[in-house]
């Protein structure tokens, strides 16, 4: 097959113990998945309708490359989240049998044009441009399942310049990671390759040019960058 111009990249998460790499082929996020961090967005939890939203695939940033800042904002916020990278998909997938589906996890950041998203919300707009630019989701490498025992007492941390930002456990989600693909599933045909970022704690705030980021996801992945 020959195209009228050269193929972009194929966008790849490293694999921990491995020199092999996970193609990305969707990046769906959840909003509103930490009750204390809704409230300090000021918005309720609506457990019977979660809110979603997409990045495209080559917005992630890895292998520790620096996260340019973007432009048009003056306000972008960091969001730490656990990533779920996807082995394989369907539609309508039944809760019991979603976990299976389930290749490896990781540690990412959701970065957010606050001022842009402000702006959205109050004309109820779309998020995209608040939250699908460029380099808007640094992603650590990816640990198999199979070694990954998470429970809800498995922390969710970010520091940044060596300051405790925000910290959760993962028991404190509205929707845990099985009703979160099962419920997708509805909405999307998920397929293999697909992240979903499940979610941050309270505790989300500026993140600035020079900033040295750390996240982590207890004993399963670190992600640790800066933003240049």
Same mark, same amino acid.
């Given at each position: 097959?020959?195209?009228?111009?050269?193929?972009?990249?194929? $966008?790849?998460? $490293?694999?921990? *113990?491995?020199? %092999?790499?996970?193609?990305?082929?969707?990046?769906?996020?959840?909003?509103?998945?930490? +009750?204390?961090? #809704?409230?300090?967005?000021?918005?309720?939890?609506?457990?019977?309708? $979660?809110?979603?939203?997409?990045? $495209?695939?080559?917005? !992630?940033?890895?292998d520790g490359?620096? !996260?340019?800042?973007? %432009?048009?904002?003056?306000?972008?916020?960091?969001?730490?989240?656990?990533?779920? +990278?996807?082995?394989?998909?369907?539609?309508?997938?039944?809760?019991?049998?979603?976990?299976?589906? !389930? @290749?490896?996890?990781g540690v990412? =950041?959701?970065?957010?044009?606050?001022?842009? /998203?402000?702006?959205?919300?109050?004309?109820?707009?779309? @998020?995209? !441009?608040?939250?699908?630019?460029?380099?808007?989701?640094?992603?650590? #490498?990816?640990?198999?399942?199979?070694?990954?025992?998470?429970?809800?007492?498995? +922390?969710?941390?970010?520091?940044?310049?060596?300051?405790?930002? %925000? /910290?959760?456990?993962?028991?404190?989600?509205?929707?845990?990671? +099985?009703?979160?693909?099962?419920? =997708?599933? *509805?909405?999307?045909?998920?397929?293999?390759?697909?992240?979903?970022?499940?979610?941050?704690?309270?505790?989300?705030?500026?993140?600035?040019?020079?900033?040295?980021?750390?996240?982590? =996801?207890?004993?399963?992945?670190? =992600?640790?960058?800066r933003v240049?």
């Open positions: 097959m020959s195209y009228a111009i050269t193929p972009p990249p194929q $966008p790849s998460l $490293p694999i921990m *113990g491995s020199d %092999q790499r996970f193609p990305v082929r969707r990046i769906f996020c959840i909003g509103r998945n930490y +009750a204390e961090h #809704a409230r300090e967005m000021g918005a309720a939890v609506d457990k019977d309708t $979660p809110l979603f939203f997409c990045k $495209p695939a080559d917005a !992630v940033v890895t490359a620096d !996260v340019p800042y973007p %432009q048009a904002t003056n306000d972008l916020h960091h969001e730490v989240e656990m990533v779920v +990278a996807l082995g394989a998909g369907g539609r309508d997938i039944p809760i019991d049998r979603a976990a299976s589906l !389930v @290749w490896g996890y990412g =950041l959701d970065l957010t044009r606050r001022d842009l /998203q402000a702006v959205a919300k109050a004309k109820s707009h779309p @998020w995209d !441009v608040a939250k699908g630019f460029d380099h808007s989701a640094p992603v650590s #490498a990816l640990r198999p399942a199979s070694q990954v025992r998470l429970d809800d007492d498995t +922390a969710l941390s970010l520091s940044v310049n060596g300051e405790p930002r %925000q /910290q959760g456990r993962l028991g404190d989600m509205v929707h845990g990671v +099985a009703e979160i693909i099962a419920i =997708l599933s *509805g909405l999307f045909e998920l397929k293999a390759g697909d992240l979903i970022f499940t979610g941050t704690p309270a505790g989300v705030a500026a993140i600035h040019r020079g900033d040295r980021f750390h996240a982590e =996801l207890a004993g399963v992945a670190t =992600l640790e960058g240049v």
